[in-house]
């Protein structure tokens, strides 16, 4: 499971409560807080507790973005997220310096982490290229300009992106935004799965799946999204991502076969398998 934003002391305490077998768990991998641009929070943390705002960085130089990212990964960060186009108001999106999206990247970078971004428009997506982002956290919201040059710029970069497609499907604009995953699959990129869950009160993932259907992907695409994807993104193809002899054996078993082409199909899951131990069980779950 990975965490692309959240306050890192409550994250990490959970994790050593997974990793310590009191609770059952994946294993996390956490941003823990993320970059802001300078004095531009998004318009829906407005109601954010105020001790949780003030530790929201808002870096103003290089230099604080360096750090920033080095407090975070001191506290356990293992990932960086940056908002390079940060939703301000309903109808205004602000965008990070490249020089401070930069020096955040290059401080990951050197310490093998990746770094991904919450783009939203065009001018945030190109701090995030000419940055060096490893990985759209989101399809941006905003399409307009984002045409198949850019598109092939960020397949030339080997950047990820994660459509998070239930975000949007209230928008108008949602046609628009499936497409540009599907333009940006056909040029060879590579889509990882992914949710909003947590900003969406709502955990039921049959909307992304359905959207990711008409979206035009086949169940082979979803597959390869949910497991060797994500594998080799992380750089973990090795010993995850397939059913293999000497893989780690971490497996989510679904109640029947994806080829029926139904997007219910990856929500009816059967079996949570963690390092060869069922750690969910449906069974179990509705007693």
């Known amino acids: 499971m990975v ?4 306050d890192i002391e409550n994250t990490v305490a959970l994790r050593r409560r997974v990793e310590s077998g009191e609770v059952s768990g994946p294993r996390i991998l956490t941003a ?3 970059l802001f641009p ?30 920033l990212v080095d407090k975070d990964r001191a506290a356990g960060a293992d990932i960086v997220k940056l908002f390079t186009g940060s939703i301000v ?6 965008s990070m310096r490249v020089e401070i999206a930069r ?7 050197k310490h093998a982490q990746l770094v991904f971004a919450h ?31 850019m598109l092939r710029r960020i397949v030339a970069q080997h950047m990820t992106i994660i459509p998070t497609l239930k975000l949007f499907s209230q928008d108008g604009s949602i046609s628009k935004i499936r497409e540009l995953d599907s333009r940006f699959h056909r040029l060879g990129g590579r889509l990882v799965y992914g949710t ?11 909307e992304e799946f359905r959207q990711l259907m008409a979206a035009g992907f086949g169940f082979r695409d979803v597959l390869t999204m949910l497991t060797t994807a994500p594998a080799e993104l992380f750089r973990v193809s090795a010993r995850e991502g397939k059913v293999i002899p000497g893989m780690r054996g971490d497996l989510t078993i679904l109640s029947e076969d994806p080829q029926s ?9 059967r079996y949570t398998i963690r390092a060869g131990k069922v750690i969910w069980e449906a069974n179990q779950a509705m007693k």
């Open 3 to 6: 965490d692309t934003g959240s």
């Open 32 to 34: 823990g807080l993320p």
């Open 38 to 67: 300078a004095r531009a929070l998004p318009c829906y943390l407005a109601e954010l507790p105020p001790d949780l705002k003030a530790k929201l960085g808002q870096p103003e130089t290089t230099t604080d973005a360096a750090a």
């Open 89 to 94: 108001a309903p109808d205004h999106i602000t």
């Open 103 to 109: 020096a955040a990247v290059d401080e990951g970078h």
């Open 119 to 149: 783009s939203a428009n065009l001018e945030g997506t190109k701090v995030a290229i000419d940055a060096g982002v490893d990985v759209l956290a989101h399809t941006p919201e905003a399409t307009e300009g984002i045409d198949e040059p």
């Open 196 to 206: 909003d869950t947590g900003f969406l009160p709502d955990y039921d993932q049959g």
């Open 261 to 269: 082409g139904r997007p219910e199909v990856f929500i009816n899951i």
